[in-house]
């Protein structure tokens, strides 16, 4: 790593991320449970049939060894790692199976390295795990184990949590930052050094997504800009240099940005359909050969790139056919594609054409297709497969939320 993103706070966040344990494949329970669809419920078995029952989802998130999703009832639910208490069951406990987190309902959830926010559906948000840089937003830098509220709001529409900052946008199209802030990724200049309650960037009120990375942080303003701000180290902002911002700094003049992905010290964006990558490159994370760019470099010539998600060296999007693609790390398999080689360039996980749902990755990657089923493959030294082992998979498996 180049740049002031001191090396020592990168193997500390890279240990953070990768908690111990080990698991398997749950490939015969979802070929049983596609064959019962297939004939129908009336010889299905009393575990088929509660399978069939279970909650499918609507959203999923991806942390550094948890994971957690929305089901379509608007229940939330998590599991892996919960050394900070980053699962809201109360406990500290890891676990390889999906738990409700209470019984609210909720309509966004994300994941950072060890903690959680979310949006209810009566617009509050809430955070709870590791809190030691203010990343809950609560006024505190006490960890928790349970949800607790940020602020009083009744206008929060969507969160984004990084690895020590969190960011979220209200629907009035504000946006509010809190957390760390040592290398100004929250957008409010050099100060203050961490933030434990929501300060507003700017004044601009036409932000519709952010995306928070180790160090930096980008989003996407109504007319199709796009902005960065934070660390430059290795060009993750974008803007053709390695210098710093402490504000949001847009990235070129282009328009037709629909989403954005901040990685570690990489960020990828879709624009009209085309794929952008930009950043750190030590693992491929761009999809493209070569060291670090400081400018979006176009990712083949494909115009019809629908979803992106990227996160500590690894990024996955799909594509508009229902097919999904991932390239970058993939010590873990979390690259999907079988296999736990390195991948430069696109790698297609599978077959299925039917990935039109969320999709989110770490060091393991989820998504979901349009059954609303939920798959996840890549590390599970934490549980956060939902297999309920603790085994690596380098192929997609399908989770399935209590009944």
């Known amino acids: 790593m180049s740049g002031y993103l001191d090396g020592r706070l990168r193997a500390r966040w890279r ?16 070929l049983v449970l596609t064959a019962t669809l297939t004939a129908g419920t009336a010889n299905a078995s009393p575990v088929q049939r509660a399978a069939l029952a279970a909650p499918t989802v609507s959203s999923v998130t991806a942390g550094g060894a948890h994971t957690c999703a929305i089901s379509t009832d608007g229940g939330l639910w998590c599991w892996g790692s919960n050394y900070g208490g980053q ?12 738990t409700q987190v209470g019984t609210a309902t909720w309509t966004n959830v994300d994941a950072g390295s060890g903690h959680t926010c979310a949006v209810r559906t009566d617009g509050t948000l809430w955070c709870w795990g590791s809190n030691f840089r203010g990343q809950l937003g609560d006024g505190s830098t006490t960890s928790r184990s349970t949800p607790v509220q940020v602020g009083t709001a009744t206008t929060w529409a969507k969160v984004d949590a990084g690895p020590q900052h969190t960011c979220a946008i209200r629907t009035d199209g504000t946006l509010w930052c809190w957390g760390f802030n040592r290398t100004t990724q929250l957008g409010v200049g050099a100060s203050p050094y961490v933030a434990n309650t929501p300060l507003q ?14 160090g930096h942080t980008c989003g996407v303003r109504t007319g199709g800009t796009l902005w960065c701000w934070g660390s430059s180290s290795d060009g993750q902002l974008g803007l053709g240099n390695l210098a710093p911002q402490t504000a949001p700094a847009q990235v070129g003049t282009a328009t037709g940005w629909t989403g954005v992905a901040a990685g570690y010290a990489h960020s990828c964006g879709i624009r009209s359909g085309a794929l952008w990558c930009w950043g750190e490159n030590g693992y491929g994370q761009l ?31 799909s594509r508009t056919d229902g097919t999904l693609w ?3 790390k993939n010590s873990a398999g979390q690259v999907g594609d079988g296999s736990t080689t390195h991948r430069s360039a696109p790698a297609q996980v599978g077959t299925a054409t039917s990935w039109t749902g ?18 996840c493959w890549g590390d599970n030294s934490g549980g956060q ?19």
């Open 87 to 98: 699962l809201g069951d109360g406990t500290t406990t890891n676990r390889s199976a999906p």
């Open 201 to 214: 960037v700017g004044t601009a009120t036409d932000w519709v997504s952010v995306s928070t990375g180790y």
């Open 15 to 30: 240990r953070a991320t990768r908690l111990l344990v080990a698991a398997a494949a749950m490939s015969a329970g979802s």
């Open 287 to 317: 999809g493209v050969s070569g060291s670090y760019r400081t400018a979006p470099v176009q990712i083949g010539t494909a115009t019809t790139w629908s979803r992106i998600a990227a996160s500590s060296d690894t990024t996955c999007a």
């Open 358 to 375: 969320g999709l989110a990755v770490t060091d393991h990657g989820c998504a979901i297709r349009t059954d609303a089923g939920l798959w």
């Open 385 to 403: 497969l939902g297999d309920g082992t603790t085994a690596n998979r380098s192929t997609p498996a399908q989770v399935t939320l209590p009944a």
């Open 326 to 328: 991932c390239w970058g």
